[in-house]
């Protein structure tokens, strides 16, 4: 299912190849005969993207050069291109490519597109599973500038992101809060970080009154997980947290969904997928950090003792909130993560969560809505990341009016502030729980696609691994 990147030194006859066209009349089209030429150029004409040449021995495709006005636009185009080139390659049954040509984040953009593009979740299909053997296998990058370490840093950046996208598809009936925790110590096995699992008795013990309160309604207990990765050389003294909303069903509890708006919500723990898929890109490259991951997880559920509208609870640093609507579940279980993250004196917070409907609504799948108290500067480097990883990210204000919403007659806070700037009163609610820089990315509109979209494919998308990684990577090396 994934394929295996790596560097290779030449392209030989009888390979099949991609090649990155250069703009001016360059030497990458070496591999094509006099009246191939005159097609490339006529082709290159008609503004054709990928060429395809049937050299009988072999195919070659050649990539056009992109002319985009902004180098991230390109850089997004070439990974499209990829994604696009994953499906001819399968079609063709090529299972072994290389690719040349190009600059070198123009080659890597490409290869990254191509291999997403190969995800399939085949867990619970038959015909999928027998025909593993048709899908690309290899690939292999010919280019002076592109060492092993940066394919390999792809490679990473891939398996993270495959994770993310496993555990997003995979049902609650097989992953459900003690699974999901399992999946993560795996994962720190694997790569190499510490995972912490508190039980119910724990979580009982902290009093965790969100988590405890959304977990009410369910069979299964709730699991609260500490993930850690040090390096030896962390840039940062004070940690950088990660928190992931994890919750494994999202059935609205009492205030029950509608059954249409249901189907997906095996999703709703997409940004604690998000947060074990970065650890794993971080972890496997070695980044230079000290970087730890924090999930809540439980399923949302009306059974039992299940919380009712107008329950009050109180959250772990004792806040007392008024439930008016078990469907807004995630910034009770976050409230906890967020109130536990303040003993770490972190250096910075950024939390995500598939959290509200509205922030969907107001931008769709094109990006994260993002909020946040840090200075700006965290954020722009964030929004810089969101730009260099296509994983855009839309500002949306934290404007201390909105802090009435979410008066409560008889308690601290209620956990919905009325059918206005719904994403915006979810993130002023989390803002009461944080007193360190905090970025808070509402994630609702990405982590899970209906149709699908080039490179990020269908249903789980891995949304947030790779802008993650890109922003530490970042940070590490400009410390
Ligand atoms: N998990 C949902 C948000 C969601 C909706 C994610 C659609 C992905 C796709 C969240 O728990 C929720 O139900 N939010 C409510 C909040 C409301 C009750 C204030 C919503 O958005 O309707
Ligand atoms: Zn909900
Ligand atoms: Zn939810």
Request: glycine share 8%; no cysteine.
């Amino acid at each position: 299912m994934s394929i295996k990147l790596k560097t290779s030194k030449a392209v030989k006859d009888k390979d099949d190849v991609i090649v990155l066209l250069g703009s001016g009349d360059s030497e990458e089209t070496y591999v094509l005969s006099d009246i191939e030429q005159q097609y490339l150029q006529k082709q290159l004409k008609s503004k054709k993207d990928v060429i395809a040449v049937n050299q009988y021995q072999r195919w070659v495709f050649l990539v056009s050069p992109v002319t985009e006005e902004s180098a991230e636009y390109a850089l997004e185009t070439y990974r499209k291109r990829g994604a696009s080139l994953y499906q001819t390659l399968k079609q063709e049954g090529v299972k072994k490519i290389k690719i040349s040509g190009g600059e070198t984040a123009q080659i890597l953009a490409l290869t990254e597109g191509l291999a997403l593009a190969a995800y399939q979740f085949s867990t619970y299909r038959k015909d999928l599973k027998e025909n593993l053997s048709s899908n690309v296998k290899e690939v292999s990058l010919v280019h002076p500038e592109v060492s092993s370490r940066d394919v390999q840093e792809v490679n990473n950046i891939v398996a993270g992101t495959f994770l993310a996208r496993n555990l997003v598809n995979e049902p609650v009936i097989s992953l459900n809060a003690e699974k999901l925790s399992r999946a993560f110590k795996k994962a720190g096995k694997d790569s190499g970080f510490k995972v912490e699992v508190f039980d119910k008795a724990k979580i009982k013990s902290l009093k965790m009154g969100g988590l405890l309160g959304v977990n009410a309604g369910s069979p299964d207990p709730p699991t609260f997980n500490i993930l850690e990765y040090k390096s030896d050389k962390a840039v940062n003294k004070q940690p950088y947290v990660i928190v992931g909303k994890g919750v494994t069903y999202d059935t609205g509890g009492l205030s029950l969904k509608p059954s249409t708006s249901m189907d997906t919500m095996k999703s709703d723990m997409g940004g604690s997928a998000a947060v074990i898929g970065t650890m794993v890109a971080v972890a496997k490259n070695k980044l230079p950090i000290h970087l730890i991951g924090l999930v809540p997880a439980t399923d949302n559920r009306p059974g039992g003792n299940a919380i009712v509208p107008g329950d009050v609870i109180t959250i772990s640093d004792g806040t007392t909130v008024e439930v008016l609507n078990t469907d807004a579940e995630g910034r009770l279980i976050l409230a906890d993560a967020l109130s536990f993250a303040k003993k770490y004196k972190p250096a910075l917070v950024i939390d995500l969560a598939t959290l509200t409907g509205a922030a969907a609504v107001a931008i769709g799948k094109e990006g994260m809505v993002m909020m946040g108290s840090d200075s700006d500067d965290y954020k722009n480097q964030l929004k810089q990341a969101g730009e260099a990883t296509y994983e855009r990210l839309v500002e949306f204000p934290l404007w201390k009016e909105y802090r009435d919403y979410l008066k409560s007659d008889i308690a601290d806070l209620k956990n919905i502030g009325g059918r206005m700037a719904g994403a915006i009163t979810a993130g002023m609610f989390l803002k009461h729980f944080t007193d360190y820089a905090w970025i808070h990315l509402d994630i609702a509109g990405v982590a899970f696609l209906d149709s699908l979209d080039s490179y990020r494919g269908k249903n789980g998308t891995g949304a947030g691994v790779r802008l993650l990684y890109h922003f530490f990577k970042k940070l590490a090396h400009s410390a």
